[in-house]
Nanobody, 120 residues
């Protein structure tokens, strides 16, 4: 079982930065690839970024490339999302998730989400 808790959301002006954290309770956190997703009001949840179990590979949605960076610290059971040059369209609830060990590409465990609001 993996329990995930996000933090670090808030209200920021356009062009500003935030760093989201996702703390995991799992005996084998380092075995999981992790992802960040977001859901804006009235829209479907969308992929933002992902990182492999070792941190050696990262993936970003086109909409955040060059602005967002995903990273992880396996010693702290934590994954991060550094968000720079934020835009109003980045406003959403951000969720972290742990990828399924049995079915890569699918995410089995989700946090409760943290709100990010970017004002223009």
């Amino acid at each position: 079982q993996v329990q995930l808790v996000e933090s670090g959301g808030g209200l920021v002006q356009a062009g500003g930065s935030l760093r989201l954290s996702c703390s995991a309770t799992a005996r084998t956190f380092s075995a999981y690839s992790m992802g960040w997703f977001r859901q804006a009001p009235g829209k479907e949840r969308e992929f933002v970024a992902a990182i492999s179990w070792s941190g050696g590979a990262t993936y970003n949605a086109d909409s955040v490339k060059g602005r967002f960076t995903i990273s992880r610290d396996n010693a702290k059971n934590t994954v991060y999302l550094q968000m720079n040059n934020l835009k109003p369209e980045d406003t959403a609830v951000y969720y972290c998730a742990a990828e399924s060990l049995a079915s890569p590409g699918n995410y089995d465990y989700w946090g409760q989400g943290t709100q990010v609001t970017v004002s223009s």
